[in-house]
Every structure is written in C-alpha cells, then in structure tokens.
C-alpha cells in the first residue's frame, strides 16, 4: 500500500484507536519544497495512524506505528521530531522503525505551543514554538509516553530514544531519565544559552547520563560546530570515572555533511551518510538491548 501525500500535515485521522490507513501528515510548509528523494514507507504489515496519549488532563497527540502481527510485548522507540513537529518525515520514520519490529511513538510535543504549520520560516517556529515548550514538559510528555506504550503491548525494559535536530538534542537530555535503555541523536545542539524553559544542554548533563548516545553529526553543519562536538567529547571523558555511560556514548562524523543529511524531503538529504546513520542507529539499539 502507498501512502498518499498532502500538503496539509493535520491530516491526522482523529480516532482513539489506531486503524491502517493510507493517509498522510503533509510536510510543514516552512520545509518545501519537498524533494523527489523523499521515503514513502508502505503500511504493509503495519498498523500506524494517531493516537492521543494521556498526559494529566491533557490529550497529547501522537503518530504510532507498530507491527500488525505480534508475539509478545514490542520494544519501544520514541522518535523526536525536529522543529517542524510530526510532519510526513518523522511519521515515516516510525513506520521505517515498526517494519523492524518495533512500537514506534512519535509524539507531537509543540501542540501547547501550536502548529509548527502555521509558520512560514524556521525562524518564526523558533520563535513562536519552540521557545514556548519548556524542555521540562517535553520530558513529562515522553514519560507519560512510555507509560502509554507500557500500557499498550511495549516493553519498557528495551526503550530507545532518537530524535533529529531539536529532537536530537531532546534525546541527550532523555538519556537522563531511568526508563531509556539507548539513544541515538541526530545533529542535535550540543550547547547554547541556557534560558528558563532550556536551563540545561547536553554539555551541561554528561554526569547524569543514564543511558548511552550515539551522536550522529554532520561535519559541514553550519549550525553545529566541530569545537561544540568536542566539548560535547570532553565533557562525557570528564564524567566518565564515575559515569561508565558518559564513557560509552559515541560520535560518527560524516566529513562533508550539512545539518539535517539524513532529512530525505529536504535539500541537505545526503543518501551516503544517511543510509549509513540509520544503519547505525538500528545496530546502536541492538547492542545495547532494545531491539
């Protein structure tokens, strides 16, 4: 089955129960135009679509993907999104992760904010919707998600984070809490201004890692520079004597890649780096016994 694509990324089915379908989320508009390359994960097999997940009194929307057929609980990945949200992109990616056998969460975490949508450029999203989610309800979110996913056929012992850009620097700080097995963090912001909904970044959390984090990072990037990567490095050898995590996490830098290389919509996709990353990623989580 081929997914059909829209320009209109709130083309979520809102249901409470996820159905196969072969809708799609749209791409952001701020990240056209939307290039050939893009990955069209099929639903065979799957079953994917919206589900809302309780957070307190709040319904957190999110995109899931899981095997149709399964013996046994699931392990669980949650997939975060860059500053766009869960677009087409990021809902592929969990469809890409379900073909492996895994329960994959996407959840949206700007909806307190708003649609990432409703912006035009990447700095009006900064501005409006990522500077109004607080890293701290981010995390709340992610583990009322894998309450969810432990309530819904995952196991909550083999949990894996990943995310791409703000949502790789999301997967450093989620590596602090006690749930997550393994995380694999594409080019996410290793340092930057601590501000009161951001008070602390990767650099700053080395010591207080509780699960390992292959970094995965683009040496063109424009945006992330070598020299933060190796503060990132020098950082983790610090903690390391008393934080044997701090000493596994790991870096892959790809010599002559932009930010966002493994983005397969977008102008910087880079198939090399990206097909390499992702199998990675898959072998990362297998070793460190979520898969």
């Known amino acids: 089955m081929t997914k059909k694509i829209s320009n209109d990324r709130r083309g979520f089915i809102k249901t409470s ?3 196969v379908t072969a809708m799609g ?3 952001v508009t701020a990240s056209e135009p939307v290039l050939a390359a893009a990955i069209e994960t099929d639903f065979v097999g799957l079953v994917a679509g919206e589900q809302t997940i309780k957070v307190g009194s709040f319904q957190l929307p999110a995109y899931v993907s899981r095997p149709a057929k399964t013996k046994g609980s699931l392990p669980i990945v949650i997939v975060v999104s860059e500053i766009f949200g869960v677009h087409e992109y990021i809902a592929d990616v969990t469809r890409r992760f379900a073909k492996l056998g895994y329960l994959a969460i996407a959840p949206e975490f700007f909806t307190r904010a708003g649609d990432p949508n409703s912006y035009g450029t990447t700095a009006e999203i900064l501005t409006n919707i990522v500077a109004k989610t607080p890293d701290a309800q ?8 894998l309450v969810w996913a432990g309530n819904n056929g995952g196991d909550l012992k083999r949990v894996g984070v990943t995310g791409f850009c703000w949502g790789g620097r999301i997967t450093w700080l989620a590596a602090t809490l006690p749930q997550v097995r393994a995380g694999v963090a ?16 990767p650099v700053d959390i080395a010591a207080d890692l509780k699960a390992p ?3 995965l990072y683009g040496g063109a990037d424009a945006g992330i520079s070598l020299e ?9 050898a610090l903690a390391a004597p008393k ?15 932009p930010h966002a290389f493994h983005a397969d919509y977008r102008a910087t996709y880079r198939e090399g ?3 390499d990353g992702w199998e990675k990623c898959v072998a990362w989580f297998k070793k460190m016994g979520v898969s």
């Open 213 to 215: 984090v292959l970094g």
């Open 17 to 19: 129960a996820i159905g």
């Open 25 to 27: 989320v749209g791409f």
């Open 243 to 257: 934080n044997p995590v701090a000493k596994a996490c790991q870096f892959e830098v790809y010599p002559d890649s």
């Open 228 to 236: 933060s990567i190796d503060q990132m490095r020098a950082a983790l």
């Open 273 to 275: 780096p990206a097909k």
């Open 186 to 201: 594409w080019y996410g912001r290793l340092i930057g201004e601590k501000t009161e909904g951001s008070p602390r970044h």
């Open 138 to 145: 981010v995390l709340n979110d992610l583990q009322a998600a």
